[in-house]
């Protein structure tokens, strides 16, 4: 009885392993840059982050390192937390 509980316990630990491994494979890799969208129509940009950053919020978009030295050339806000400009190289 208890032999068929520690396998049943293993066996569940191994397949939760799996899983995981699994998840692991299948996430997309963070990006390197992103860009926080407004609210409304066009969802413009609002604010250019790290793609680490922890203070994106949830309307955002994965973008490429130019296309985020264009955004804060034109005047889009670099985000006061990773700032993207002096990675990037743009004094604001």
Do not use: F
């Not at 990006?31 to 413009?44: A, C, S």
């Not at 604010?47 to 994106?56: K, L, M």
């Amino acid at each position: 009885m208890w032999l068929g509980r520690i396998d049943a316990a293993i066996a569940a630990a191994e397949q939760q392993e799996t899983e995981r491994r699994q998840g692991e494979r299948r996430r997309q890799p963070t990006p390197d840059w992103i860009v926080e969208l407004g609210i409304g129509q066009g969802r413009p940009p609002v604010e250019v982050h790290a793609g680490h950053c922890h203070a994106a919020g949830s309307r955002r978009r994965a973008i490429y390192r130019d296309r985020a030295r264009s955004l804060l050339s034109e005047g889009i806000r670099a985000c006061d937390h990773c700032r993207p400009d002096t990675d990037l190289g743009v004094l604001g």
